[in-house]
């Protein structure tokens, strides 16, 4: 199973970005599917997330400014960031929780990082 991350890149503030994951391999079903951010000397937090049913969990800091998707036939989720503020700048990692055959365990993967950066 393999996670690629893209979108990311360098916004003045105010701007938006969208970061894409695509999950692919031996996929029976896709649980929990996330990002996550790591600014520099800060641990890993989570930002926004979406369960198998659609439900939603977000930080509090990106309430109404970010979105998260999900396309569950593509195995994508999608998160749209708006009114970027130089505090969102981190790493962004794609997160997924995936069963890859029928009775199986749940197993956490994570995508590449990838970089946002806010600043004018």
């Known amino acids: 199973v393999q996670l690629q991350a893209s979108g990311g890149g360098l916004v003045q503030p105010g701007g938006s970005l969208r970061l894409s994951c695509a999950a692919s391999g031996r996929i029976f079903r896709i649980t929990d599917m996330g990002w996550y951010r790591q600014a520099p000397g800060k641990q890993r937090g989570s930002v926004a997330s979406?369960?198998?049913?659609?439900?939603?969990n977000y930080e509090d800091s990106v309430k109404g400014r970010f979105t998260i998707y999900r396309d569950y036939a593509k195995n994508t989720v999608t998160l749209q960031m708006n009114s970027l503020k130089p505090e969102d700048t981190a790493v962004y990692y794609c997160?997924?929780?995936?069963?890859?055959?029928?009775?199986?365990?749940?197993?956490?993967?994570w995508g590449q990082g990838t970089q946002v950066t806010v600043s004018s």
């Open positions: 979406m369960t198998s049913g659609g439900g939603t």
């Open positions: 997160n997924a929780a995936i069963r890859s055959v029928l009775g199986g365990r749940v197993h956490d993967y």
